[in-house]
């Protein structure tokens, strides 16, 4: 579990990530920033493309910056939305959250004190991983 600190500086990062997307089309800005094992911290944002398919949301851009880093076991992951409640990842950022840390803590905030606290198992339950093909 990350710390207070950690936390409060995750969530930080997130909504500064968030100033940096690129989302002409939806307008949805959205940032995240995820701790890992060895406490590095890599945040990323949603990044738009006129053919839609080729979109990628902030939570998979911070953890493929944090893959490419070296890092491949998560702790904790924040997102953050501008938004009046907080919004959960998607299904394509759950599955490859559980694919880098099946007990990652999930925490979506928002503008306003509504967040989303929970672990990835929560989010994502009955997942298929990493363990199901030994």
């Known amino acids: 579990m990350p710390s207070p600190a ?5 969530k930080t990062l997130a909504k500064a990530a968030a100033g940096h997307a690129y989302a002409p089309y939806s307008r949805f800005r959205v940032g995240a920033a995820v701790l890992t094992e060895s406490g590095k911290i890599f945040s990323g944002c949603n ?3 006129a053919s839609y398919g080729l979109c ?7 953890i493929f910056s944090a893959v490419a880093a070296g890092e491949k076991k998560l702790k904790c992951v924040a997102v953050y ?8 990842p998607c299904g394509a950022c759950r599955q490859v959250i559980f694919e880098f840390g099946p007990t990652v803590r999930v925490v979506s905030n928002c503008d306003s004190r509504d967040q989303i606290d929970g672990s990835i198992r929560s989010l994502l339950p009955a997942a298929f991983g990493p363990d199901d093909l030994k």
């Open 6 to 10: 950690q936390l409060r500086k995750l």
């Open 47 to 49: 990044v738009e493309n």
């Open 56 to 62: 990628n949301c902030a939570e998979r851009t911070a």
């Open 81 to 88: 939305t501008p938004t009046k409640t907080a919004t959960a």
